[in-house]
């Protein structure tokens, strides 16, 4: 059965009430078919009035007339009608009840609704008979609690917003977003005000009652089309656990259950399940190099206890030669198995139960070779052949789509588990958390890209970047067949170093750019059944490949990439470039760019009143005036869409953000086309540009219409920073070691002079005609020795160290970013690399007007 809810801000008592619901049933579904022959057979729908509106006067005649294509119960109260779909639910008691964000609002809203109208027999939600109401949160519409997830005990829930966030990838996992990109359907979402409007007329409420019906429709054909209940199905019946509970989305519960069965089957006690207060992980920096560890929706990137994966620093630039990338298969569970890493086989001493560092781990003593495989590789193990064995299945001739389809689940469901058996050891809230074994897994896969590097470089090959379980190479040569051929040999010879572990060409790239550590494009080549190539354009950790840059920006930028791939000349790039990034800049001061391009998409990490600095956090701000509207609450974990406008005000661009409907409802409100041009589009362009020569910061910033004199000093300053290694090893002058630094003025001691004396250097001249600077007044008029009044000058220096301690304690800091030049003394809570980020911009760093200075070498 397929639940969908309609809901509507009471405007008395500022809560939801539940105004209509549609259901779709279909009794013959089976779980282990990827999808009926049939959507539904039967559908309902219950529609009720809010306290402040009437039905139309021919409403109920409309109805009737129309009750063979909608079967449609018009109900007098909100009361009527959750009584009406508690005696529909039980008369029909589903197994399932499929929605979306039933778990973070449907069932919440649900119960409160309940409770606020003294509904008798409420438990008929669910299939246990219960007179006590679950405790309810204080604040309805946040998601429901454990306690209120228990209200449908006894039948199943799937929740496709939860099954798709572990199956897909996308901006945003609304149900617009998802029927958009799964269904490729058009989804259409309307609010409160539309909602309200509609009972003015019979015709608009029968369509309103055709969208809810639609809806239902569209969830219950994604989950048909992601074969949620198949996969979820196979994954229970492989781990041992409870379905209701893998539909939650919970792996390290699926992995927990797994081991549970093999440890008890082996007559092994197995710990007992700890349950402690979950403290905040520290954040990890962007740059450093960890494992990065995903928590549950809304936690952000955490830190985790141990050294993770490594990172090899990569050989930036632009590469027009072949690069390969090769990739070890499964590493972890591989390195489990190599090693014949467990419980059983590997005594954890008491230094490394800390595991602060690779020396706490060397007291591991790693088992024999001829020890018998302890329990957790050999789950491994069957998982990976059972898959193989699958995969070996559907290359048999004569199968049916549908068998097709049903071993493709299966193998699926096999990857899923086993590729997670790993994260139950560095989980903390796991039964099975070992953190001595998870972090002696994450060194020997330190140590083997490090042997693997070592290899290829004996090789006299460019390893240019590695992360984790890969490494790419330059292969220095445009011929695709003498690469392969150098691949295979590669391949061959690191294999030969270990029994299970096992490297392979994951990838040919015919030109790539690398920019940073996890971040590239390439154009990687593909052969196809009749021996022909083709190639296909990959991006990684881009700005144009997250969600929290516009749609402006991703479209220039993945033209740059484009272009910069295209394997044309390097003149003729920077010119394709140039001309793209003028016709941009006049289309937007112009108007003629969509507003859906201006959209920008943020995460919320916790629930929007929970941040203490709203102010400079546009998607928080936005969330917060959304939520004072009523309905469906926005909390931690999902998207907000907000563009920049212009409102009139001297306010910072993070304070000038607004919902797109608050866009199309406003006459006053219009996009700030200078901020996008400078805070979207020029930085995702500059930092794409950035190894290719003939561009720079500056010109990218006039091509799109902006002061190029703002952008001059900050490319200066990176490139300062980028030449610092080379600084470090040749010579530096006096002059290159102090030119960042203010000159030192002095006023001549003579009493009828007073000349301002700039002090560059302290002697000046060549040979033997070297001297002082301060040996005499530079005016010419003025007799007087000026180094023999050295107190006087010593007094103007002590008064002039005073006043630069004096502005180094007033603590102003200003946006490295001229095109924002803000300038604060409030330190903010967001930092970037280790550097403030500026609160109004909210893109540049802060840096201090005086400052500290490094000791220099």
């Given at each position: ?5 309609r ?7 500022h809560?939801n009430?539940i ?12 779980m ?12 309902f ?13 021919d ?8 009750s ?8 007098p ?6 009584g009406?779909?508690?005696a ?35 438990s ?12 309810l ?28 966030k572990?199956?897909v990838?996308?901006k ?40 809810t019906?639609i809806?239902?429709c569209?969830i219950?054909?994604i ?19 409870i379905?209701?509970?893998?539909l939650?989305?919970?792996?390290a ?17 197995v710990p007992?399940?700890?349950y402690k207060?979950?403290v ?5 920096d962007?740059e ?34 072949y ?8 590493l ?15 005594t ?26 302890g329990?957790?590789p ?5 998982l990976v052949e059972?898959?193989r ?18 071993y ?5 469901a ?7 058996m790993y994260?139950c050891?560095?989980?903390?809230f ?16 330190r140590?083997?890209?490090m ?6 470089q004996a090789?006299n090959l460019?390893?240019?970047?590695g ?7 330059n292969?220095n040569?445009t011929d ?9 040999k ?21 030109s790539m750019l690398?920019l940073?550590?996890?971040?590239y ?10 021996g022909?190539?083709?190639t296909?354009?990959e ?10 840059w516009?749609?402006?920006a ?8 484009s ?6 000349s ?7 470039i140039?001309s ?7 289309q ?5 760019i ?6 920008i ?6 629930n ?38 212009e409102?009139?005000s ?7 953000a607004?919902h ?13 086309t200078k ?7 020029h ?8 190894p290719?020569?003939g561009?720079?910061a ?6 799109l ?6 952008y001059r000093?900050?490319?200066?300053a ?8 080379l ?7 006096d ?7 203010e ?12 000349r ?12 033997m ?9 530079p ?6 020795i000026v ?8 007094n ?18 200003k ?8 300038r604060?003394r ?9 550097h ?7 893109k ?14």
């Amino acid at each position: 059965m397929t639940l969908n809810l309609r809901t509507l801000p009471n405007t008395k008592t500022h809560q939801n009430e539940i105004i209509g619901a549609a259901c779709l049933i279909n009794p013959s579904f089976h779980m282990d078919r990827p999808a009926p022959e049939q959507p539904f057979q039967q559908h309902f729908c219950a529609i009720s009035k809010p306290n402040d509106c009437i039905f139309p006067w021919d409403f109920n005649e409309k109805v009737q007339k129309e009750s063979r294509k909608m079967k449609v119960e018009v109900l007098p109260t909100e009361r009527a009608l959750l009584g009406f779909l508690l005696a529909k639910i039980h008369k029909i008691d589903p197994d399932l009840i499929v929605g979306h964000d039933i778990y973070g609002y449907d069932l919440d809203i649900l119960l409160h609704r309940i409770n606020a109208n003294k509904i008798p027999h409420w438990s008929k939600i669910g299939r246990l008979k219960r007179t006590v109401m679950p405790k309810l949160s204080s604040y309805p519409s946040r998601g429901a609690s454990h306690s209120e997830k228990s209200a449908m005990c006894g039948r199943m829930v799937c929740d496709i917003k939860i099954s798709a966030k572990e199956l897909v990838r996308l901006k945003s996992f609304d149900l617009t977003e998802l029927t958009l990109q799964i269904l490729k359907q058009k989804h259409v979402e309307l609010d409160f005000e539309q909602i309200r409007n509609m009972y003015s007329s019979t015709a608009m409420l029968l369509h309103l009652v055709e969208l809810t019906l639609i809806d239902s429709c569209h969830i219950l054909n994604i989950m048909y089309e992601l074969n949620v209940l198949p996969l979820a199905l196979q994954i229970t019946s492989i781990c041992g656990n409870i379905m209701s509970r893998t539909l939650m989305g919970g792996r390290a519960e699926r992995n927990e259950f797994l081991l549970l069965h093999a440890f008890t089957e082996k007559d092994f006690i197995v710990p007992d399940k700890e349950y402690k207060k979950k403290v905040p992980a520290p954040v990890a920096d962007e740059e450093e190099e960890v494992d990065v560890t995903k928590g549950k929706s809304g936690q952000g990137r955490r830190k985790p206890a141990y050294a993770g994966g490594l990172v090899l620093e990569p050989k930036k630039g632009f590469y027009d030669k072949y690069i390969l990338l090769l990739d070890f298969n499964s590493l972890y569970p591989s390195i489990i198995q190599e090693y014949n890493i467990c419980f059983t086989t590997i005594t954890r001493t008491e230094q490394a139960k800390s595991a602060e560092n690779e020396d706490d781990l060397l007291s591991l003593e790693l088992p024999s070779a001829d020890l018998k495989p302890g329990i957790l590789p050999t789950e491994i193990r069957k998982l990976v052949e059972s898959r193989r064995q699958v995969k070996g299945l559907m290359k048999q001739e004569g199968l049916s789509h549908e068998q097709i389809m049903q071993y493709d689940i299966r193998q699926k469901a096999l990857k899923l588990t086993a590729n997670s058996m790993y994260g139950c050891l560095g989980f903390t809230f796991s039964r099975f958390y070992a953190k001595p074994l998870a972090a002696l897994i994450t060194m020997k896969g330190r140590e083997i890209l490090m042997k693997t590097k070592d290899l290829v470089q004996a090789m006299n090959l460019d390893v240019i970047y590695g992360d984790t379980d890969s490494i790419m190479i330059n292969s220095n040569s445009t011929d695709i067949n003498e690469v392969t051929k150098l691949g295979n040999k590669i391949k061959g010879e690191v294999n030969k170093l270990y029994k299970l572990l096992e490297i392979d060409i994951d990838g040919i790239y015919k030109s790539m750019l690398l920019l940073k550590k996890k971040k590239y494009a390439a154009l990687s080549v593909h052969k196809g059944p009749d021996g022909k190539y083709t190639t296909q354009e990959e991006k990684k950790g881009l700005d144009i490949v997250r969600r929290d840059w516009s749609g402006l920006a991703k479209s220039v930028g993945d033209y740059v990439v484009s272009t910069i791939l295209s394997g044309e000349s390097r003149e003729t790039v920077v010119e394709l470039i140039h001309s793209r990034l003028n016709e941009v800049g006049e289309q937007v001061r112009e108007g003629k760019i969509p507003v859906e391009e201006f959209l920008i998409t943020k995460q919320l990490t916790k629930n929007p009143e929970d941040y203490p600095d709203k102010k400079s956090l546009p998607h928080v701000q936005v969330a917060l005036r959304l939520n004072s509207k009523g309905g469906k609450r926005l909390k931690g974990g999902d998207t907000v869409a907000y563009v920049i406008c212009e409102d009139g005000s001297n306010l910072a661009a993070s304070q000038r953000a607004y919902h797109p409907d608050e866009l199309a409802k406003s006459d006053s409100l219009k996009i700030d086309t200078k901020y996008y041009l400078a805070h979207q589009v020029h930085p995702v362009v500059s930092r794409l540009c950035d190894p290719i020569e003939g561009t720079d910061a500056s010109h990218i910033a006039e091509c799109l219409g902006l002061d190029p004199a703002g952008y001059r000093h900050a490319a200066q300053a990176r490139e300062e920073a980028g030449d610092q290694e080379l600084l470090d090893t040749v010579k530096v002058t006096d002059e290159e070691k102090y030119r960042d630094c203010e000159r030192l003025m002095v006023k001549c001691p003579g009493a009828t002079c007073r000349r301002e004396i700039v002090l560059d250097v302290p002697l000046k001249g060549a040979d033997m005609y070297i001297e002082a600077s301060l040996g005499k007044c530079p005016n010419e008029q003025c007799p007087l020795i000026v180094a023999k009044n050295h107190v006087a000058i010593g007094n103007q220096l002590t008064v002039a160290i005073r006043d630069h301690i004096k502005k180094y304690y007033q603590g102003w800091m200003k946006c490295e970013d001229m095109a924002c030049g803000a300038r604060v003394r409030k330190m903010p809570l967001m930092f970037q690399r280790g550097h403030p980020v500026c609160p109004s911009c909210n893109k540049g760093v802060l840096n201090p007007e005086v400052g500290i200075p490094s000791p220099l070498k």
